[in-house]
């Protein structure tokens, strides 16, 4: 159809392999593929009716209306930039970038040149994440007393060659799993006052993570690693409590008060996600109202601070003045 949204796809590991079934369910269309492996670019391009290109900079004068980063986490900063520099849109993956100064010079890349950028966190494009904070700001639980977040993967049923356990590509729980804790709580309570990790790192990368985050007369207490298959989210406060079972993909969140048992049914998807920057997108905003660029910029301050009390250091930033 001529309106659909056309993007132009980078990377074509497992991440993109999911978004592409679930957003040509709708109104997108994958004009182009680039991989640094022209041969997987092709078959993902065969599979969806794409072009594959072997050269980023060719790609980037096709025919598209944004660019999706699916890369491993080390390659986010070079292809955002350049796409921003060429006045596309990006809707980048989480972790946004490796450190606040990686995001940083994408915010910088973005605002210079007045084009849209967005991390692409599916959980806040979702309207069981924004009934939730509804609910907080509402002050339907009154005051907070604790929050409880986990979000826990056993690794055993993983492939061990994946980015995810790789150092050099900033595999580990924090920047893969913790960012969905650790995003939840940035927007419903903002930045903390304190913060606390402990981690357990094996190989070069975090295997476990508990991090404490502290605000006024209350904490969030937040586990990720990837030992067990764990993952909720409960919120405490004096009149009642909000449950959201796997929060970070959420169908339901459920308020239970003395006033009332209230359950919010629908869906995190890649569809609503893609749909809803695409509009954004067509409407010229230059960042996100759902995920705006302040907000994963102080996530990933959380997440650098995280690192540095874990003492966690990749390969590639050993030796950095």
């Known amino acids: 159809m001529e309106n659909k949204f056309k993007w132009l ?5 497992n991440i993109a392999a999911q978004t592409a079934r679930s957003i040509e369910k709708g109104e997108h269309q994958i004009s182009g593929v680039y991989s640094r492996r022209f041969d997987k670019a092709k078959a993902f391009a065969l599979k969806h009716a794409a072009v594959a290109y072997e050269s980023f900079e060719v790609a980037l004068n096709s025919d598209f209306d944004a660019v999706y980063v699916a890369t491993p986490h080390t390659f986010h900063l070079e292809y955002t930039v350049k796409a921003l520099e060429k006045h596309k849109s990006v809707l980048c993956e989480k972790s946004l970038g490796v450190s606040c100064e990686e995001v940083n010079k994408m915010i910088e890349a973005s605002q210079s040149n007045k084009t849209y950028l967005c991390e692409a ?8 994440a924004l009934t939730v904070k509804k609910w907080i700001d509402g002050g339907e ?7 409880q977040l986990s979000f826990c993967i056993p690794g055993m049923f993983m492939d061990k060659k994946s980015r995810v356990f790789n150092p050099d590509t900033a595999g580990g729980a924090l920047l893969d799993i913790a960012v969905y804790p650790i995003t939840y709580c940035y927007n419903l309570f903002g930045y903390p006052k304190g913060i606390k990790c402990v981690g357990e790192i094996k190989n070069g990368i ?4 508990r991090i404490t985050l502290e605000y006024d007369g209350f904490e969030c207490f937040i586990k990720s690693d990837f030992n067990r298959l764990d993952e909720k989210c409960v919120i405490t406060g004096e009149n009642g409590k909000i449950t959201v079972p796997m929060f970070h993909m959420g169908s339901l969140a459920r ?4 006033a009332k048992n ?4 629908g869906k995190t998807d890649y569809l609503t996600e893609f749909s809803r920057a695409a509009e954004e997108i067509r409407q010229g905003k230059t960042q996100s109202d759902y995920v705006p660029l302040n907000n994963t910029l102080e996530c990933m301050k959380i997440m ?6 874990m003492n ?4 590639f930033e050993k030796g950095r003045g």
């Open 141 to 147: 639980l009154g005051k907070i007393k604790k929050a």
């Open 206 to 209: 975090d295997v476990s993570d």
């Open 9 to 13: 796809y980078v990377g074509c590991g």
């Open 255 to 258: 308020l239970k008060t003395n």
């Open 121 to 128: 966190m599916w959980t806040w494009f979702s309207d069981v």
């Open 312 to 315: 966690l250091v990749y390969p």
């Open 304 to 309: 650098d601070e995280c690192r540095r009390q």
């Open 262 to 265: 209230e359950v919010f049914k």
